[in-house]
Each structure stands twice: as C-alpha cells, then as structure tokens.
Nanobody
Framework: QVRLVESGGGLVQAGASLKLSCAIS????????ARWFRQAPGKDREFVAG????????SYADSVKGRFTISRDNGKNTTYLQMNNLEPEDTAVYYC?????WGQGTQVAVSS
C-alpha cells in the first residue's frame, strides 16, 4: 500500500515563502512522476506542478510559474514544493499525487 503524507503548510502573509513536503512510503510501480495539486474553497482541484522520476522534467501551472519550484529526493522518497512570493490566491489545500495515490493534503493560507 502506497501512502503519501504532506506537510509544511501554514498561515503566512503575502510575499512570504513556504516549502511543502510529500513523504512517500510503500511500493510504487516503475518510475512514477509526482505532482502537486491544490483545491481552494468552492473550486475544483487544479494542477500546480509535476516532476518526472529523474527530476529533469518539470511542468507548472501558468499561475505559479516563476514563483513555485518542484523537486524530489528519491533517496528520501520525498517530493517538495518550494513556494515563493505567495499571494492570497494561492490559499488552498495542497495535495501530493503519485500514480493513483493521493495524500490527505496540507492547508496553505495567505493573508493580504
């Protein structure tokens, strides 16, 4: 059974930074990519960033390009999301996804 556990969320002011972590335990098949999604109140869950197993290929939603950076440490089975220059619009629950598995989410709240 694969388990994903996110951490690192919190309440910050606009312009601040946070670094989210997603610890992955259990056996995954192949060399899976990892992705971060977020869901704001009353809105659909949306893609934020993705990274290949090697870490060489990354992709981002237009709304976070230049501010967020996704990375991973396969030795630690952990994926990260560095979020800089946070905006109130970034307020959401952030989820990690690997294959068909999801974490429970970590809350990020940004005040203006």
């Amino acid at each position: 059974q694969v388990r994903l556990v996110e951490s690192g969320g919190g309440l910050v002011q606009a312009g601040a930074s946070l670094k989210l972590s997603c610890a992955i335990s259990g056996h995954t098949f192949g060399y899976p990519a990892a992705r971060w999604f977020r869901q704001a109140p009353g809105k659909d869950r949306e893609f934020v960033a993705g990274i290949s197993w090697s870490g060489y290929d990354t992709s981002y939603a237009d709304s976070v390009k230049g501010r967020f950076t996704i990375s991973r440490d396969n030795g630690k089975n952990t994926t990260y999301l560095q979020m800089n220059n946070l905006e109130p619009e970034d307020t959401a629950v952030y989820y990690c996804q690997v294959q068909n598995y999801w974490g429970q989410g970590t809350q990020v709240a940004v005040s203006s």
